[in-house]
Structure formats: structure tokens, C-alpha cells
């Protein structure tokens, strides 16, 4: 079964609201969380890492402010798209990392498709 | 991050013929994934070769990796319509689950 649980698997929203993206690790604590975006067409590229207890690290060119991350517990860790505009019409995906095991695949929520209009 | 390469960025064939599609990464790894996304939903995760590993199979699939030239390839033999989909490469960099991920072939498999 999933080991990772992300909600919503889509959501419709209107330009300036906000949106929350959830993402649980169900079998296992995660400190760390990797969050992707993909663009319509593109490849998945690493926005962000959320942190449990410290600041998240965003990629560069990733606006802070703009999308807000919460390392709330040691199973969930959240991603707020604040002000939304159709620009941040994206696909996005957590992936917490295998504490101990480097050399395994890596675990992924089912996504998120986010589309502002 | 900087992404890697993939060629070809489309590929065609029909069922029954193999399909090879290469990966280019910039980092050190420890190893190398392929993903397998069908229609912009979630990620499949279809095989790994570790850093010290040259070839790999699973099924119909095979992938190579030339840690001297930055470098992997992944074949699926007598493909299927089912083939059909998007296909990553993901290079899982020194910091453990980080991955960054090629630029992505898209495969059409014609029945």
C-alpha cells in the first residue's frame, strides 16, 4: 500500500486565494520533505525542502513567501500556495527521503494538479 | 538544481519493437532511477542502478550506467501500447532521496 499519502490529488481555485497541499508519511517518521513541481509538459524540478522543527530551503528562483511550507510533525509536512495566479497552474509532489537507506527508490505522494483560473 | 538530459524528447514506434531512450546527469550520484508517468499523474518507479553498478534488468526492462561519462540508458523490449507514457531519469544525489530529475522522453507505443 501507499506510504505516502498527499491531498488533494487536484484542486480548482480562483486567482489571489490561497491553497494547502498536504503529504503524510504513513509507514515511517519523515524529518525531511522533498517537494516538486512540474509544469504542463516539463520534467519535475525540486522547489523546496521542508525541515520538521527548522526553515525549509527553497530552490533558487522559488519564491519563499509565495509558497509557504509547514514541517509540522514528523508525518506531515504541508505546502501553501499563497495568492495563487494561473502561472502557478503546476503538478505538485512530495517525496520524503528513506532515513538510513541511500540506494532505494524513492517515495512519492500521488500528486497534486493544481489549477488556478 | 540543474536538470540533466534525455534524448529523444518524443520517440515513436510501433508494438513489439524496442524502444531505447539515454540519460545525461551533471552530479555525482549514488545511483540512478527511471520513472515511468502516465499523463501527467503520479510517478512509477521502474528501476535502480546503483553508482558502482554498469547494467540492469528487470523484466523487459535493461538499463546501463557510465559513471565516466555521466551517462545512463534505459531499453524496454517488445514494447507494448501499455509502454505508452512519459519516462525520467532521476540521478539520487549524495544527499540520500534527493533526486534530479532529465528533461523526460515521451513514448508512443502504436498498436
Known amino acids: 500500500g501507499a506510504v505516502v499519502s498527499q491531498h488533494p490529488s487536484w484542486v480548482i481555485c480562483k486567482s489571489g486565494t490561497s491553497v494547502k497541499i498536504e503529504c503524510r508519511s504513513l509507514?515511517?517518521?519523515?524529518?525531511?520533505m522533498f517537494w516538486y513541481r512540474q509544469f504542463p509538459k516539463q520534467s519535475l524540478m525540486l522547489m523546496a525542502t521542508?525541515?520538521?522543527?527548522?526553515?525549509?530551503?527553497?530552490e533558487q528562483g522559488v519564491e519563499k513567501d509565495k509558497f509557504l511550507i509547514n514541517h509540522a510533525s514528523l508525518t506531515l509536512s504541508t505546502l501553501t500556495v499563497t495568492s495563487a495566479h494561473p502561472e502557478d497552474s503546476s503538478f505538485y509532489i512530495c517525496?520524503?527521503?528513506?532515513?538510513?537507506?541511500?540506494?532505494?527508490?524513492?517515495?512519492f505522494g500521488q500528486g497534486t494538479r493544481l489549477t488556478v483560473v | 538544481s540543474q536538470q540533466g538530459e534525455e534524448d529523444p524528447q518524443a520517440l515513436s514506434i510501433q508494438e513489439g519493437e524496442n524502444a531505447t531512450m539515454n540519460c545525461s546527469y551533471k552530479?555525482?550520484?549514488?545511483?540512478l532511477q527511471w520513472y515511468r508517468q502516465n499523463s501527467g499523474r503520479g510517478l512509477v518507479h521502474l528501476i535502480l542502478i546503483r553508482s558502482n553498478e554498469r547494467e540492469k534488468h528487470s523484466g523487459r526492462l535493461r538499463v546501463t550506467l557510465d559513471t565516466s561519462k555521466k551517462s545512463s540508458s534505459l531499453l524496454i523490449t517488445a514494447s507494448r501500447a501499455a509502454d505508452t507514457a512519459s519516462y525520467f531519469c532521476a540521478a539520487g544525489e549524495t544527499s540520500y532521496g534527493k533526486l534530479t530529475f532529465g528533461q523526460g522522453t515521451i513514448l508512443t507505443v502504436h498498436p
Open positions: 521542508s525541515n520538521e522543527g527548522s526553515k525549509a530551503t527553497y
Open positions: 517525496s520524503p527521503p528513506r532515513g538510513g537507506q541511500v540506494n532505494t527508490e524513492a517515495f
Open positions: 552530479t555525482s550520484i549514488n545511483n
Open positions: 509507514d515511517f517518521q519523515a524529518t525531511t
